[in-house]
């Protein structure tokens, strides 16, 4: 079975939209498999960006994930990883289609609200990265 690494960013937290990102996953039909709030280290943030090293916006991007509290979860279902991406929409918020999370709740690529998995292989690596197997169910 399919399994992606879904992070509520600082913003979203903050903002009060958890409640309402885990019902929409829910109501899609997946299965939650662990969930969890806290602070980011660093280094993890670090290393779960670590594809975009080389970008411009990396070190902002960073210091963006470890500026407050995040939700992490695992969510696992046929086809999640796609199916999460088009409940998340475009990077850019403003290119997101209204009805996605990031369509109907930001505007700024730098506070896009949540993060999810680009493919089965990093959906593995990052929830590796940010879950030890006894946090899983
Ligand atoms: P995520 O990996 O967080 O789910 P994504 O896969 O849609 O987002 P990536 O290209 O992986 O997009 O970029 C990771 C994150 O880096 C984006 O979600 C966004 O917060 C930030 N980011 C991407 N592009 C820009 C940009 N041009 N300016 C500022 N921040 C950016
Ligand atoms: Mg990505």
Not at 121 to 129: S, W
Request: proline residues 7%; negative net charge; aromatic residues 8%.
């Amino acid at each position: 079975v399919e399994r992606s690494y879904i992070m509520i960013k600082p913003d979203g937290v903050q903002r009060g939209l958890v409640g309402e990102i885990i019902t929409r996953f829910e109501q899609k039909g997946f299965s939650l498999k662990g969930l969890k709030l806290f602070q980011a280290p660093k280094e993890l943030a670090e290393e779960h960006y670590t594809e975009l090293q080389e970008k411009p916006f990396y070190p902002e991007l960073v210091k963006y994930i470890v500026s407050g509290p995040v939700v992490g979860m695992v969510w696992e279902g046929p086809g999640v990883i796609a199916s999460a991406r088009k409940l998340i929409g475009a990077t850019n918020p403003l290119n997101a289609e209204p009805g996605t999370i990031r369509g109907d709740f930001g505007i700024q690529s730098g506070r896009n609200v949540i993060h999810g998995s680009d493919s089965p292989e990093n959906g593995e690596r990052e929830i590796a990265l940010w879950f030890k197997e006894g946090e899983l169910v």
